[in-house]
């Protein structure tokens, strides 16, 4: 990451032989920098060369995917600490941990649960993405291993306090390609073999910093590169600085050995599942890409996919919705309208509180480039002869019956400029804190 | 009540000193409210018709603070603004917390009456707010008048919260006088915005020591989390969401606390469970054997 387009250029053969697609090698490295062109484009670059840019360009956190081809979770490729510097690249996987103390009825009861929770929002469909299965009990891995595939497409981690059952288990999983958890100092050398050979992540345990580092550069010379790191900890406060500390060394300091993504049990601190969910809510901010559950009670699931999808979208794109015509509460040709503009945290607010009003309201969201209203306003993007343009295309007219139009309370001063421009409408002022909203439209509906 | 004087992201103890603890305020009104969620009703519906009872309750919940909101002024017009003030003393009052007094959100209302407020608790130090900024001069002048603190508020804006920390100051606003409230929002509703603004207030002050931007953060969440469907819809109108009680408490909970993390150094919450559960989550975040040091 951050390797400019000179210093790549320095690397390239500088023939401007034009076989990479691009007229020089200067463009071709600028593409490169860019990420918009890949190193393979070029056929004459030597192996140590695509290595060592290979290396550089890299994110500082490995990129580690888990589970069978057709249902890959890819993690890390993080390369910052704070979202807004970049963003936050692969989403955290929320992972139902299930062990071989549940009876049969639990362990369906659950695993169903797991299966039915899928939620939509802005677009996007949410879940829960991986299973963990503990025991030490091989025939009991692989039972359920085959009762989770029969019934969802989830990944896997497999936990196991004994390697040689963690080991028969992945040989008879690598087709899923489990994560595996995990290796400690002790066990290291009994597992990692296994893991390269079976092409299976694994998870490298370790109850400090130092212990930590040390497996981590043990994996690189065993040249695994599918690694997970679980810093062991003794109380939630101690597992936010290892998360932190750990990745600010991978980020900042670009200790290649802790550039690894991390899992955190949070179900371990606390049997109340409430507090469990508020404690994983914080390790799935700071940096937890595997957040271990066992609980699957949807009040604990959503709020943890709506963070964790909220984090990980992209700042550097505007955060606008569509513009349109939005009927809300089932609608007809006598319900209100409103205008508001399609700046996505305005639209949800007005939105949100017109559905709790639960009255029928025609909800006209404008484009101004995903600004505020007081910030389009300012602008000149949300002002009379815009928003009237776009009332007279929106084909709000065919829907409703009555002429009038609710604009928010801030922009009131432009009530009567409106009212001239859009000839047949009347133009009422409404509130400026979405939150008045409700109150609002109950007492329009008293007055018509 | 101390707020604030850390020298580091809340909860991260090991990057430096800490040395208040987050408060955990409870915001209740000075009128009944009539958008409140079926699942705040059944906790304060017998007492909300009373404010002072209301008051009384909340500190009987364990609360560190209040929050009072008085919008009895935006929903009766009729009101009159010194009643109105002298009710918001007396709930301050029987609460025995400290306090945050913020007006009805109506612009010309409020800049009626919070100097009539600040004039009612003076000498109680209380946090006044909202000083906006097209508001904050006569806010502001009203609490240094009255010994308060001050709430500035900003609709969610980096540069904007700056600018009017700059203008307080200009107005004589001494700086260990001033909250910043920038706006925050519920998970899953643009959360990922109130996030980054509040984690960049707070780096603006510890990285880049703007001292301009060094002052406390409060995070208005309860009324952010309650108003969203997540926590207000019955089970028979959410299915396959759980209950609304768990929902609407972790809603509340989840926000609080990543805003916490993101650099809230007070936060505002409406049901007691949500603070009973962010309380164990911050005890346990703070609890720290030193083997990762």
Same mark, same amino acid.
């Given at each position: 990451m951050g390797l400019s387009g000179l210093q790549i250029f320095k690397q390239l053969p500088k023939t401007n032989c034009k076989d990479c697609g691009y007229s020089t090698c200067m463009a071709f490295a600028l593409q490169l920098a860019t990420g918009k062109a890949g190193l393979g484009a070029c056929p004459h670059l030597s192996p140590s060369v695509v290595e060592l840019l290979g290396e550089i360009a890299s994110a500082p956190v490995r990129r580690v995917e888990i589970g069978p081809a057709d249902a890959r979770v890819v993690l890390g490729e993080e390369s910052v600490l704070y979202r807004h510097e970049k963003r936050f690249e692969h989403? /955290? /996987?929320?992972? $139902?941990? &299930?062990?071989d103390s549940l009876g049969d009825a639990e362990f369906f009861t659950r695993l169903n649960a797991f299966a039915g929770q899928r939620f939509e929002r802005v677009g996007e469909l949410l879940r829960p993405r991986l299973i963990a299965l503990e025991s030490t009990n091989l025939d009991w891995l692989l039972r !359920? /291993?085959?009762?989770?595939?029969? !019934?969802s497409d989830a990944g896997m981690v497999l936990i196991s306090e004994d390697p040689r059952v963690l080991v028969a288990a992945a040989v008879h999983l690598k087709d899923r390609r489990p994560l595996l958890c995990g290796a400690d100092l002790k066990t290291f050398d009994q597992l990692a073999p296994a893991a390269k050979e079976l092409d299976c992540p694994l998870v490298l345990r370790g109850a400090n910093l130092r212990e930590l580092e040390d497996l981590g550069l043990k994996a690189l010379d065993a040249g695994l590169q599918q690694a997970v790191l679980e810093p062991v900890a003794a *109380?939630?406060?101690? &597992?936010l600085q290892a998360h932190v500390y750990i990745r600010r060394a991978a980020v900042r300091d670009k200790v290649k050995a802790l550039g690894l993504p991390l899992i955190s049990f949070p179900c371990r601190f606390s049997v109340d599942p409430l507090l469990q969910t508020a404690l994983a809510s914080a390790f799935l901010a700071k940096y937890s890409s595997v957040v271990v559950l066992d609980t699957i009670d949807p009040a604990h699931i959503l709020p943890l996919l709506a963070?964790?999808? +909220?984090?990980?979208? @992209?700042?550097?794109k505007p955060m606008m919705v569509e513009a349109g015509i939005y009927p809300l509460c089932d609608p007809g040709p006598d319900s209100p309208v409103l205008i508001t503009t399609n700046f996505s945290l305005t639209y949800y607010t007005v939105m949100g509180e017109i559905e709790n009003s639960k009255i029928p309201v025609w909800l006209l969201v404008m484009d101004v480039e995903g600004q505020s209203v007081l910030t389009a306003w300012a602008a000149g993007k949300f002002v009379a002869d815009t928003i009237a343009q776009f009332v007279k295309k929106s084909g709000i007219e065919d829907r409703v019956s009555h002429r009038r139009l609710v604009i928010p309370g801030y922009v009131a001063g432009m009530r009567a400029d409106l009212e001239s421009e859009l000839i047949d409408w009347e133009v009422v002022v409404g509130v400026r804190e979405a939150a008045d909203i409700p109150r609002f439209l109950r007492a329009l509906g008293r007055e018509s | 009540m101390p707020i604030g004087g850390g020298q580091a992201f809340p909860l991260h103890f090991f990057d430096g000193a800490l040395p208040t603890p987050i408060r955990i305020c409870y915001e209740i009104w000075d009128c009944s409210p009539d958008d409140w969620s079926a699942e705040l009703e059944a906790v304060y519906g017998h007492v909300w018709h009373d404010p002072v009872s209301w008051a009384r309750e909340v500190a009987g919940h364990g609360a560190e603070a209040l929050y009072l909101r008085l919008k009895r002024a935006a929903m009766e017009p009729s009101a009159d603004l010194t009643d109105v003030a002298t009710d918001a003393r007396r709930i301050v009052e029987a609460s025995g917390l400290p306090a945050f007094v913020v007006g009805c959100g109506e612009p010309d209302v409020d800049s009626a009456l919070l100097p009539l407020v600040a004039g009612e608790l003076a000498g109680r130090r209380v946090a006044l707010g909202n000083a906006e900024s097209d508001t904050y001069h006569g806010i502001a002048a009203a609490a240094a008048g +009255? +010994?308060?603190?001050?709430?500035?508020?900003?609709?969610? @804006? =980096?540069? $904007?919260?700056?600018? $009017?920390? =700059? &203008? &307080? %100051?200009? /107005? +004589?606003?001494?700086?260990? @006088?001033?909250?910043? @409230?920038?706006?925050? *929002?519920?998970?899953g509703y643009s959360f990922e915005y109130a996030y980054t603004v509040f984690e960049r207030n707070r780096l603006a002050a510890l990285a880049q020591n703007d001292t301009r931007m060094q002052a406390p953060l409060i995070a208005n969440v309860g009324q952010e989390t309650w108003q969203v469907k997540e926590s207000r819809a019955s089970e028979d109108d959410l299915p396959g969401h759980g209950e609304r009680l768990a929902r609407g408490v972790l809603w509340e909970t989840v926000t609080a606390l990543n805003l916490v993390l993101a650099g809230?150094?007070?936060?505002?919450?409406?049901?007691?469970? *949500? %603070? !009973?559960?962010?309380? *164990?989550?911050?005890i346990g975040l703070s609890e720290r054997t030193g083997a990762w040091d």
């Open positions: 989403p /955290a /996987a929320l992972t $139902l941990l &299930l062990t !359920r /291993a085959a009762d989770v595939a029969e !019934r *109380s939630p406060g101690d &597992l963070l964790t999808q +909220g984090l990980y979208s @992209d700042p550097q | +009255g +010994g308060h603190a001050v709430i500035a508020y900003t609709p969610m @804006d =980096v540069s $904007l919260a700056k600018q $009017l920390n =700059v &203008l &307080l %100051a200009q /107005a +004589g606003m001494p700086e260990g @006088d001033i909250i910043m @409230d920038p706006t925050c *929002s519920a998970v809230a150094d007070v936060v505002v919450i409406r049901h007691p469970e *949500s %603070a !009973r559960l962010l309380r *164990s989550a911050m």
